[in-house]
């Protein structure tokens, strides 16, 4: 090569053997065994011991037994009669999909999957464990690598074909699915139809949710790309798709599954690092890599530690490494895929920071990050491309996100604040500039409502989003305001409590936290109060009696079907608000006891749905964090900001 081409560092391939020290044998990576110190002990600073070798496989199989696997894997089993013989969904079916009904259909019944023994019982826990150890210490070995010239030549580039079809309905993904196993292909259906909404609550339908369109084309691609029947992307979306299942259906077959498939895709990504060059790597694969950081930030639930803040700064990492990368992009491949990629992560990582930030639990601590996060809105660079995704809408509000500029202004300034609390401030600028984004906020309307309350007729509908409205006993609700109106306060009372120290039972706090209620209070029904059920349960709440969800739920109360009305009992938007009425619980207080237990009780309703029929996880943490809190207020004890706020367990979103 001459002297004026730049040179791609490759980086020397290292020899293997069955061999390891114990280090790597822990980690279940390939152990170069190079004493005194092997390369991945030397990476990582840890001391690197050898034992004698043990025998066996480290990774066994999924084996199904008893039943054919088209018997078990049948569409049928999740979707009912919504399915045809040939195992398509009928044209009824796509013509009526939509997030808020409920096609969970029945449970598998009559399936016995082993795993060979590969999982004993109680393990579970220990599997996750040690692949998200894995999974950390892949994302703290990539983002910490050094100054490297990553400009690649041609060759390196391959140019990939594009998808046939563009069409983002499940019978035209299915057929360029064709590489996938039958098993990968039974949970990738569920992820499109189901999960998916996890990611994006608020999208009008499965054919219509950017996260299907954008993380089904980029899994074919890179299958292509590897010629391979699976890839680490893949694996996550099968992973997250069995959890949702066995969230929702208890079947422990769904939970082997998803932590197999957990653990496959750490085991694809060590593979990926140890198949070429990070700088080749982050060049080629960085966008399923994002991607897979995501969906393992969006299943931390299962933890209740702190990997989610170590997800978040690998994402937060490799969007920046992204966005440069993007910059300086020469290949022609499907550029709009990749901006449409970008833009979708950023949106997911800001959604879930700002969620973290709120929880007191951040990670961004740059002000160049914290304004690029929130370039997604109206007068952004990409506006164009976030409109015909269907995240940004013509007035400013970012579905993705669930709320307009006006809030994202008032968040970013808080935001910044926040970095550095002590900064002088002499003519308080900053306090009424906030005051003036929180009223900006405060006035927007998605359309015409009071509290909630759509006050437009009918006939005016029909122009609005599909997902906007709910309509429940003849009265039509705004779910999108009520979203940006809880957020607004949400920020505000953050600010309050945190910058102007103001207490709990200040009037401001207050306040803004009845007005959070009012705004959601239509989500919940009066016709089957039973005062007595109600008072005796909030008093073992209150005497500590009672501290976790599995304690409440051996009750068998049945809560959600009791308190949340009909409409909303199996709908995936409820999981947009989950830190909103969170916070609102957290801390208002009202003048009539029995009031205030209702309102209690009614929040502890929706986490049970958010749990029992969406599958969400977290909201077994946010329980207990109200059982805590609730049982403080109740002892007479004075709560700071961070006993208010404060959620290092499972975040709301997992």
Not at 288 to 317: P, Q, W, Y
């Amino acid at each position: 090569m001459t002297d004026n081409k730049k040179t791609v560092a490759v980086r020397k391939k290292r020899k293997y053997s069955k061999l390891g020290c114990n280090e790597c044998k822990k980690r279940k990576v390939k152990c170069d065994e190079q004493k005194p110190e092997c390369w991945q002990c030397s990476h990582l600073g840890k001391k690197c011991v050898y034992n004698q070798p043990s025998n066996g496989p480290p990774y066994k199989s999924v084996k199904f037994v008893n039943a054919s696997s088209e018997d078990i894997y049948s569409t049928q089993s999740i979707y009912g009669s919504n399915v045809n013989n040939k195992g398509n969904f009928g044209q009824e079916y796509e013509a009526q999909e939509s997030s808020n009904g409920d096609i969970r259909g029945t449970p598998i019944q009559n399936e016995a999957l082993s795993l060979d023994s590969q999982f004993s019982d109680g393990d579970f826990a220990s599997v996750l464990n040690d692949a998200t150890e894995l999974a950390n210490e892949l994302v703290t070995s990539m983002i910490d690598l050094p100054p490297m010239d990553t400009t690649l030549t041609g060759e390196h580039i391959p140019q990939l074909p594009g998808v046939q079809n563009s069409s983002t309905s499940w019978e035209n993904i299915s057929k360029e699915l064709y590489m996938v196993s039958e098993l990968e292909l039974y949970y990738s259906r569920v992820f499109y139809h189901k999960v998916s909404f996890w990611i994006m609550p608020f999208a009008p339908s499965p054919s219509k949710n950017i996260c299907n369109e954008v993380l089904f084309d980029l899994m074919i691609q890179i299958n292509r790309q590897d010629g391979t029947q699976s890839s680490c992307l893949q694996s996550a979306m099968v992973s997250i798709s069995a959890k949702y299942l066995y969230n929702t259906t208890k079947l422990k077959e769904h939970d082997a599954v998803r932590c197999a498939f957990l653990k496959k895709t750490i085991t694809q990504l060590t593979s990926e690092f140890d198949s070429m060059p990070q700088d080749h790597l982050l060049e080629l694969k960085i966008e399923s890599l994002i991607i897979c950081v995501l969906l393992l930030t969006l299943d931390s639930s299962s933890f209740k530690t702190n990997e989610m803040r170590i997800h978040l700064r690998g994402a937060s990492a490799l969007l920046q490494k992204y966005e440069s990368l993007t910059e300086q992009r020469t290949s022609s491949f499907n550029d709009i895929m990749k901006k449409k990629c970008l833009l979708l992560a950023k949106a997911w990582f800001t959604a879930t920071e700002t969620i973290a930030f709120m929880s007191l639990v951040g990670t961004v601590s740059e002000e160049s990050v914290i304004d690029d996060m929130f370039m997604l809105g109206l007068y952004s660079t990409d506006e164009s491309i976030l409109k015909h995704m269907g995240i940004l809408y013509p007035n400013g509000y970012n579905i993705f996100l669930g709320h307009s500029g006006e809030v994202m202004n008032q968040l970013k300034l808080i935001m910044k604040s926040f970095m550095n609390p002590a900064a002088v401030d002499p003519y308080n600028d900053k306090f009424f500039q906030l005051m003036m984004f929180t009223d900006a906020a405060r006035n927007f309307r998605f359309v015409d409502n009071e509290f909630a309350r759509i006050r437009v007729g009918r006939e005016f509908l029909s122009s609005y989003h599909e997902s906007c409205y709910i309509t429940h006993k003849d009265e039509i609700y705004s779910i999108f305001d009520a979203m940006q109106q809880g957020t607004t306060e949400c920020a505000f009372i953050f600010f309050c409590m945190i910058y102007l120290k103001l207490p709990l039972h200040c009037s401001m706090i207050q306040n803004s936290s009845k007005r959070i209620w009012d705004y959601f209070s239509w989500t919940f029904k009066n016709d089957q109060l039973d005062i007595a059920e109600i008072t005796n349960l909030m008093d073992e709440v209150e005497s500590g009696t009672l501290m976790s969800y599995d304690q409440l739920s051996s009750k068998k109360l049945g809560l959600a079907s009791k308190f949340i009305i009909p409409e909303m009992l199996f709908d995936f938007r409820c999981m947009m608000y989950q830190a909103i009425l969170l916070m609102c619980a957290s801390l208002l207080q009202l003048d009539n006891i029995l009031s205030l237990r209702i309102m209690r009780v009614k929040v502890l309703a929706f986490c049970e749905c958010l749990i029992e029929n969406l599958g969400a996880e977290s909201g077994k943490s946010s329980v207990e964090l109200l059982f805590k809190r609730w049982r403080l207020l109740k002892e007479g004890k004075i709560l700071s900001a961070e006993d208010c706020l404060k959620n290092d367990a499972a975040l709301p979103f997992s």
